[in-house]
């Protein structure tokens, strides 16, 4: 447990505060829904209110993140968030293909949601009609992914967002700036083991003191990859769930934990580990937590 | 040893270590017959690629590259190859004419790739999903018999050893430093 010396910001969306100083603000997840085979929106309404419950309880904000992977999705999606998330609820959209993120931008520009989106994400491939999309459609924060493939350690990472490893014309941070985005989250891009998994973690504290911004990953992505597990599988589950942990250990702000399926595990851990280093953070620093924090709402 | 055939190992199945043909499977439930040399998925249009590049010119005895299922969405890692194959790569080393997200070859040298093209004849089957039609381009390329392409050419090879090599500079990363109170500084500030 640690402080950093760099001011480390804050950014705020529909009422969840992400980043600061480890052990002010409670680590923020991000549930994962649709990311494999057809959506299921009775299911996804149900996991939606669980986490919106377990939250509530713990004091660990839960972001649902939407994956979108065909058009056709783009509108019943929007209706589930209308209908399913709190007026004042923030939400993050995942989407691969270019053409499918743009018409996203445009459809939740029209339903006046960009306020509350975290879009998922820029990195080195963001294309010239994506980056005027989001010019033209800019939602309140970003995810930008400091993946460099020619450069897997922290240092890499750092370089991309710099200068985007010279692979495009400007630097990831700046081009998010550019675009109209004050608010951003990065990611550490957590690869495949092999790839310098272990970078994504190391990179947390290196990236939070160069620049002060709030960081995470989705260490989960390693777990998923580790196909050995797949000969463990009472095992598996756990260490999926199990990984989130070193995020905040390592002064991360968010994790990004994969399947929404795995919220009722992962964030009564996740509020644990929050309040283990609450609890030294504030003794050995002086770094108190908000009135939100699983410390302040599970230790009475 | 299938190390030898493929140093950089990875997530593939390997056959017979003869064989001319090499499969990649896209969005596709298959398993190719036994009497190919090797299998694997392909999923990102960088490194999966790279790895694919590596762990087939490694075996000389492999002609053929067979990619067949659905490309994948978003990364086009199936048709990201295929421009590798035509195109090469740019100074920048992105795949030129690559329609994936982030199509770019950075642990392979130029020689690498030029090995790759001379060396397999790439089958384009992206979208055919078929279990017969496969087999039997598979079997055609077999058929052709074609001649080993000379000696292996190893673009990579991961070494496991046991080593130590420490610094006070790398306690957690060489750019900041953890002081004894626990605060995270940056180096030299």
């Known amino acids: 447990m640690f402080s950093f010396t760099k001011e480390q910001k804050v950014f705020e969306i529909s009422g969840i505060s992400i980043g600061g100083q480890p052990g002010m603000y409670p680590t923020v997840l991000f549930g994962g829904l649709f990311f494999k085979g057809e959506p299921d929106f009775d299911d996804a309404k149900r996991h939606i209110l669980t986490i919106l419950e377990l939250s509530k309880q713990t004091g660990t904000p839960v972001i649902p993140d939407f994956f979108i992977r065909k058009v056709e999705y783009i509108q019943p999606i929007i209706s589930l968030i209308e209908k399913v998330l709190p007026k004042k609820h923030p939400f993050s959209i995942d989407v691969i293909e270019p053409s499918i993120k743009i018409e996203t931008l445009e459809r939740l520009d029209e339903e006046k949601l960009l306020s509350r989106m975290i879009y998922n994400s820029i990195h080195i491939g963001i294309t010239k009609e994506e980056t005027e999309a989001l010019q033209k459609h800019t939602p309140e924060m970003a995810l930008v992914v400091a993946f460099n493939p020619k450069d897997r350690s922290p240092d890499g990472k750092i370089e991309v967002l710099e200068n985007s490893a010279h692979l495009i014309d400007t630097g990831l941070l700046e081009l998010a700036r550019k675009i109209g985005i004050e608010k951003i989250l990065i990611d550490t891009a957590a690869l495949s083991p092999g790839e310098n998994s272990g970078a994504a973690i190391a990179a947390l504290p290196v990236i939070k003191e160069e620049y002060g911004l709030p960081t995470g990953c989705a260490i989960h992505n390693v777990v998923e990859k580790s196909r050995w597990l797949n000969d463990f599988p009472f095992a598996k589950k756990t260490v999926d769930v199990a990984s989130n942990n070193a995020i905040p250990l390592f002064g991360g702000d968010y994790a990004i934990f994969g399947p929404i399926e795995n919220a009722e595990i992962v964030i009564p851990l996740i509020a644990w580990q929050d309040i283990l280093i609450s609890e030294y953070a504030e003794n050995y620093f002086g770094v108190s937590p908000i009135a939100s924090h699983p410390r302040r709402k599970l230790l009475k | ?189």
């Open chain 2, 1 to 189: 040893m299938i190390e030898d055939y493929y140093p950089w190992g990875g997530e593939f199945t390997a056959c017979s270590p003869k064989g001319c043909v090499a499969v990649v499977l896209l969005n596709i439930q298959y398993n190719p017959p036994e009497s190919v040399a090797i299998y694997g998925r392909l999923k990102t249009e960088n490194i999966g690629i790279e790895k694919i590049i590596a762990n087939t010119i490694s075996n000389p005895y492999i002609r053929f590259l067979i990619l067949c299922g659905d490309d994948i969405r978003g990364h086009r890692s199936g048709a990201s190859l295929l421009a590798l194959h035509k195109n090469g790569i740019d100074h920048n080393h992105r795949i030129i004419e690559a329609p994936g997200a982030i199509p770019y070859i950075e642990n392979l040298k130029e020689e690498a790739i030029k090995r790759f093209q001379a060396q397999l004849n790439v089958v384009d089957l992206i979208g055919e999903k078929e279990k017969e039609k496969i087999d039997e381009i598979i079997a055609d390329c077999a058929r052709k018999e074609p001649s080993s392409f000379g000696e292996p050419y190893i673009a990579i090879r991961i070494k496991p050893e046991a080593t130590v090599s420490l610094t006070d500079k790398r306690a957690l990363h060489s750019r900041i430093i953890f002081d004894y109170l626990g605060n995270v500084k940056k180096r030299g500030e």
